[in-house]
């Protein structure tokens, strides 16, 4: 291990008899000061050393870094390696930076201290070598380095550290003879490049060896032999599939002719009896006969026919092993003959064969297409394939895998892998959710063939045979193919709609202008794109059901808060429901062309809105478009009446359910108790007496009441629950929101029309009895509240606690006028919101368009109220009471037992006895069993419905 860094500097500084040691240095204790004194044995030195030690000196001079770095000792540990930092004190003397300081190499400030920090900064030779370190960080190298790639070259590993000499001396590392083997130290078969990377060119170094150049450099001494710099250059290093590179099929023939001049006038101009030069100047690539490092003399072309190949290679025995596995290497000569490729020779691809081997092919590798296909080359090398490709990851798809190997035909035929229909197809067999595309990687889509299959986009090519149709390439492209997080992807954010604006031009246009068209800088704002609203591949037609039900859920990822208000409106409800004719966010805004609504051009704009209601409400006004599609009575300060409306509502339906909820607990035991009492007094059956308590006019109009209540609750709380599974499976089941509404106003109807005839029938009973309208309604035994209900409840709550006897009721009890008081209520303010809903052209005509919003807010609380109500309160006090358990049918019969209300209402029967009018209201005769099983039947189908109903309801607001 290394020497404690402090102690060798002080160390070294004592023995050279220097001093010059920086005051963040000299912080050392006693016990280390002994060490030193003890090692050194120069105690006077000591007084010395600590004064000056205090203070900051200049940058030092070579000899000041040699006295630590002169040391053979001297290594630190580096990535777990042991690195020697030893210098040979000769290192710079025949450099060529032997004139130059340390310290302008290592720049970094704190060098000017001394001793220095123990980790320096790379040097950074750009300094000096500017257009060289220009060209490198372009290049190949550079950046792969500026990558973090591992086997990255760096001006060290070419050139050395200290020791850098001229190129024109024998000695240097870039010396014209050592060249090759200074590049074939990475570029040599086995090597950790060729391990790592797809490089075309295999066996590099032991093929330039045994080529002409390599020859005529090392067999024959000639400097003026290429070497690889000569071809590839010495910084700006590029892929001969970039065609920039000076080793690209564009511009190999210029690189070839700055030693090869006057090519066309030494070149033979037959060659196997064709002209290679097509038109005059035209010069092909040299590559194309003669193979990058083993450059021959004789011609491939001319040496090796197809003949030659196919004597092995159209034989079905023919094959090599691979991981195990055989692989047949027959070719069908059919497929030669009707590939796009029949007129080109087997070695114009295959150009890495030897002549000299008895099987020429054995040395051969993949093909390199970029030979003649160098823009697609170079293209498909920059994209996300080519990248994976290079850096030899299993799965990635190279120009084989999707233009075949011999059989490739061009794309124009229909029969061709890269034909546009079947490009999908061709796209899909990697990228399906078992494909290769998706193994190792990250991709934001798994199955993408099967999500295209089913979009509008796949079906309109595979069930209509349109070739119009988008496939994967135009969004994609065809070689340059990136992840969307690339800002260089064609489906990048800031890009995609100029994509789908290729085939969508008159929407891009209206996109572009709208206040969604994708912006970058604009700090935490999201801006949608085409992916946003119509997604990748799941695509549908936009005027079909699919993308119409989903529209409102794509708006709210952004604008959350304007669509959970938009939900809570009639719009929205019956929108969840799937009643997509309901407006959307869409029908208001517009779909691409959105504004703000300060915006003259916006749709919702003061100038326009009426106009944007009236696609749907024909006689829409000024007052209309005052209805607050996103209000929310959360919002006091904005919205004071709704806020206010919601919480008087919110306020009496509480109070109510506080009240009558205790009311009700506190009777149940008494009420268990008469249960007991009645079973064990069961009464005889010989007296067949009957007290009449309800008209047969009554007892039907409490039917309507029952199936057009039952009607309104139901729908009605289909459409409040709107958000629930439950509401939407049963509106499916009622065929739709559409006819749920239908419904709904259809009992509605009912509603009033026995509330008008009951209305019109106390008149006419008023008129019969000569009272006065004071008297008719203030009368005994009417239904109006009167001091006696005061009586009665005090009693009852007495007696429900034990504190009293129970009271003796008369003919209408408190609960059964509040219940009567509660239809009268319920039906004025529940079926006059109910008319402004139904009707809101009509009403805003002369009321503001907010009274919408107001109308919503009663009319929802105050059904839920009645609904909560009826199905509670009152069934318990009517039919599930235990004395009453299972139903009381005296409301579809119309009589009641003259014991049972003798001993129910004792009030009202000595009343009666007294009056002499018990005679009028009894009768002897009974129900049939039969008529009877019809009408439990039916009650119990009612109580049956409304107990579901009330479930359904405490279920949504306790889990929603």
């Not at 014991?899 to 009343?911: G, L, M, T």
Request: glycine share 6%; aromatic share 10%; proline share 3%.
């Amino acid at each position: 291990m290394r020497e404690n860094y402090k102690l060798f500097v002080l160390r070294k500084s004592v023995e050279n008899c220097d001093f010059n040691i920086s005051k963040s240095h000299a912080n050392i204790n006693l016990g280390e000061m002994f060490l030193i004194l003890k090692k050194s044995r120069r105690i006077f030195l000591l007084a010395f050393l600590l004064l000056v030690s205090v203070s900051r000196l200049s940058a030092q001079t070579n000899d000041d870094c040699l006295s630590c770095h002169d040391d053979a000792t001297l290594s630190t540990t580096r990535a777990g390696k042991k690195v020697s930092l030893y210098i040979k004190p000769n290192a710079l003397e025949h450099s060529v930076h032997k004139n130059v300081e340390c310290a302008a190499c290592h720049t970094d400030a704190a060098v000017k201290d001394f001793p220095h920090p123990e980790n320096l900064k790379p040097v950074n030779c750009g300094i000096c070598h500017e257009d060289a370190k220009d060209k490198y960080f372009r290049g190949v190298h550079g950046r792969a380095f500026l990558a973090n790639e591992k086997f990255a070259p760096t001006c060290k590993e070419c050139h050395g550290t200290h020791d850098i000499l001229k190129s024109d001396q024998p000695e240097s590392r870039t010396y014209k003879m050592n060249i090759p083997v200074l590049c074939g130290s990475c570029h040599r078969e086995g090597a950790p490049v060729a391990k790592n990377y797809n490089i075309s060119e295999h066996n590099i170094l032991e093929n330039y060896s045994e080529g002409i150049h390599g020859q005529g450099l090392y067999k024959k001494g000639l400097i003026v032999s290429a070497t690889c710099n000569n071809c590839h250059g010495n910084h700006l290093i590029l892929p001969h599939t970039n065609v920039s590179s000076s080793i690209s099929p564009k511009n190999i023939a210029a690189t070839c002719m700055k030693c090869h001049a006057r090519i066309e006038d030494v070149h033979t101009k037959v060659i196997n009896k064709e002209l290679w030069e097509k038109k005059p100047g035209a010069i092909p690539a040299c590559t194309s006969c003669h193979p990058p490092h083993k450059v021959e003399l004789k011609n491939l072309i001319s040496t090796i026919s197809d003949n030659s190949c196919l004597k092995c290679h159209s034989d079905a025995d023919t094959h090599k092993t691979v991981n195990n596995k055989v692989v047949s290497l027959k070719v069908e000569v059919g497929e030669l003959a009707a590939s796009t490729h029949k007129n080109i020779t087997c070695v114009k691809c295959h150009s890495d064969v030897t002549i000299h081997l008895s099987r020429p092919c054995e040395t051969a590798g993949k093909v390199d297409c970029s030979a003649c296909h160098a823009e697609e080359s170079d293209i498909y090398f920059k994209s996300g394939h080519g990248q994976a490709y290079f850096n030899k990851k299993e799965n990635a798809p190279y120009c084989t895998d999707c233009h075949g190997s011999h059989f490739v035909k061009p794309k124009t035929d229909e029969s061709s892998r890269t034909f546009r229909a079947n490009i999908p197809k061709l796209c899909g067999e990697c990228h399906n959710k078992t494909g290769k595309a998706v193994q190792g990687t990250n991709l934001t889509e798994v199955d993408a063939l099967h999500d295209y299959s089913q979009s509008v986009h796949g079906r309109s090519l595979a069930e209509k045979g349109l070739l119009s149709a988008a496939v994967c390439t135009d969004c994609h492209t065809t070689h340059f193919n990136l992840k969307q997080s690339d800002e260089r992807s064609s489906v990048n954010p800031k890009n995609i709609a100029a994509t789908c604006g290729s085939c969508h031009k008159g929407i891009y246009d209206q996109y572009i202008a709208s206040d969604h068209a994708y912006r970058d800088g604009k700090g935490d704002l999201k801006y949608p794109t085409c992916e946003t609203c119509h997604t990748a591949h799941n695509i549908s037609e936009v005027h079909k059901d699919k993308f119409m039900a989903e529209i409102t859920t794509q708006c709210g990822k952004c604008h959350e808060k304007l669509a959970e208000t938009y939900l809570e409106t009639y719009h929205g409800k019956v929108y969840q429901l799937g009643y997509l004719q309901a407006a959307r966010c869409s029908d208001c805004h517009g779909a691409h062309n959105i504004y703000k609504i300060q915006d003259s051009k916006s749709q919702v704009s003061p100038e326009n809105i009426v106009a944007t209601c009236q696609k749907c409400h024909a006689d829409a006004s000024k007052k209309f478009t005052g209805y607050l599609t996103h209000a929310t009575h959360n919002n006091k300060a904005k919205f004071p009446w709704l806020y206010y409306t919601f919480w008087a509502m919110t306020g009496l339906l509480v109070s109510v359910f506080i009240f009558f909820g205790t009311h009700t607990l506190l009777w149940l035991p008494r009420s268990i108790h008469a249960m007991r009492k009645k079973k064990e007094h069961a009464k005889d059956g010989s007296n067949k007496v009957y007290v009449r308590r309800f008209t047969k006019s009554q007892s039907i109009t409490h039917i309507f009441v029952i199936i057009s209540f039952l009607t309104l609750a139901f729908t009605g709380m289909l459409l409040k629950f709107a958000f629930m599974d439950w509401a939407k499976f049963f509106v499916k089941f009622l065929g739709g929101a559409y006819n749920a509404g239908i419904l709904h106003r259809i009992a509605a109807v009912i509603t009033f029309g026995y509330f008008f005839y009951h209305v019109y029938s106390l008149f006419k009973l008023k008129a019969e009895k000569g009272l006065s309208l004071m008297e008719f309604v203030f009368a005994k035994n009417s239904l109006m509240f009167n001091g006696q209900d005061v009586k009665d409840f005090v009693a009852s709550i007495k007696w429900f606690v034990g504190k009293g006897p129970r009271p003796s009721y008369g003919k209408w009890t408190y609960w059964e006028k509040f219940d009567y008081m509660a239809v009268f209520w319920g039906v004025v303010v529940i079926g006059s919101t109910g008319l402004v809903l139904w009707f809101p052209v009509l009403f805003t005509k002369f009321l503001p368009g907010w009274l919408i919003n107001v109308a919503q807010i009663i009319h929802s609380d105050e059904a839920l109220l009645a609904v909560g109500f009826i199905f509670t309160i009152h069934f318990f006090n009517t039919h599930l009471r235990p004395e009453a358990f299972p139903m009381d049918t005296v409301i579809f019969t119309g009589t009641v037992h003259a014991d049972e209300y003798k001993e129910d209402r004792p009030r009202e029967f000595e009343e009666l006895e007294k009056s002499g009018r018990l005679q009028e209201v009894t009768a002897k005769s009974e129900i049939s069993p039969r008529r009877m099983k019809v009408i439990k039947f039916f009650g119990f189908v009612f109580l049956f419905t409304g107990i579901i109903q009330v479930i359904f309801i405490i279920y949504s607001l306790l889990f929603h």
